[in-house]
């Protein structure tokens, strides 16, 4: 199946465009396409959200929409928000229900103003957000939720996104025994997929401290069928949906770097692929020039300028 007008490259891009959009809701209230130097003024005077769950959120994303088998699309680590609406307003979803949302220069300013702002957008997912099904402010109930979507659904095929500190949760783990009752024609299908990035708020997590073999023992006790995608390149995660397709409880386990495409290291401190990376990694971006510098790399590193024009929109 792979390989069936399947565009690996367009799927790197698309994941670029919501990297870039995921940063942007973050910190800019102004400057949204770079025309100019980043300046203190450009900055929220507030930034409150979550970066380090963003990449891997657009990974996953990417790489299921480019199949266009995925009837839902459940996200456990809601408070990955920023992510989940740039796909959404990249796909034009949110211009559906939101006329300021449209896919131009005008509605990356509307979502990037709003996000985590009074009367804007919430920083979390949430039921004004459209499809969305799982409030994203409390961890646990992201695999009850998909299962309860399919059950007496035939038709459907729900992915899932676990957070790998979320399947610490009675609740999650509980929920792992539902691909045994509901594993029936008469209900649709179910694909979890855990977003291993190694750490939660403050910690790594159990389950990045558990061996590949060891932890998918534990998925295979459940009754799934485990497959290890190690690192975001598209043709494996493809061949990884192949394989998945073809089984009746898969369970992918996507191992990515925690605030992957992020800052490094900041005042000495690694961010990427640790703890630090999980809400805002440049705190200090609007009052400190370091930070303020090291965003505007980042922000730059996406090469949003290849992807979206300013009286064309998007490019891809």
Same mark, same amino acid.
């Given at each position: ?195 291993? %990035? ?5 910690? !790594?997590?159990?389950? =990045?401290?558990?061996?590949?073999? $060891? #932890? /998918?023992? &534990? ?54 692929? %640790? ?5 805002? !990694?440049?705190?200090? =971006?609007?009052?400190?020039?370091? $930070? #303020? /510098?090291? &965003? ?21």
């Amino acid at each position: 199946m792979f390989g069936l007008g399947i565009d690996t490259e367009k799927i790197s891009q698309r994941i670029r465009i919501c990297d870039y959009l995921s940063v942007a809701q973050l910190f800019l209230q102004d400057n949204f396409l770079l025309k100019r130097k980043l300046t203190s003024d450009d900055i929220k005077p507030r930034l409150l959200g979550h970066w380090g769950t963003c990449h891997g959120i657009n990974v996953a994303y990417a790489n299921l929409k480019a199949r266009g088998e995925m009837t839902d699309f459940v996200l456990g680590p809601g408070h990955g928000f920023p992510a989940l609406q740039a796909n959404l307003f990249y796909d034009g979803d949110l211009a559906k229900v939101d006329k300021y949302a449209q896919r131009n220069y005008e509605g990356i300013v509307y979502i990037c103003r709003d996000f985590s702002w009074p009367g804007g957008f919430p920083s979390h997912a949430s039921p004004v957000t459209p499809g969305v099904i799982c409030e994203g402010g409390e961890l646990g109930y992201s695999l009850a939720t998909a299962f309860g979507a399919a059950l007496g659904h035939p038709e459907k095929r729900v992915a899932v996104l676990i957070g790998d500190g979320e399947l610490e949760t009675a609740t999650a783990l509980a929920s792992m025994n539902l691909c045994k009752l509901l594993s029936t024609g008469a209900n649709g299908k179910v694909l979890p997929i855990l977003h291993l %990035n190694g750490y939660k708020i403050s910690a !790594p997590t159990v389950y =990045a401290r558990k061996s590949e073999r $060891e #932890l /998918s023992e &534990l998925v295979r006790g459940f009754g799934y069928e485990p497959i290890v995608i190690d690192g975001e390149n598209s043709t494996r995660f493809q061949q990884a949906l192949d394989k998945a397709s073809a089984l009746n409880c898969p369970f992918i386990i996507m191992k990515t770097e925690k605030g992957a495409t992020g800052p490094l290291d900041i005042d000495g401190k690694r961010v990427a692929g %640790n703890y630090l990376a999980h809400q805002i !990694p440049l705190k200090n =971006a609007k009052t400190d020039p370091v $930070e #303020l /510098s090291i &965003l505007e790399e980042w922000l730059q590193s996406y090469r949003f300028d290849k992807l979206f024009d300013e009286k064309e929109g998007f490019l891809v």
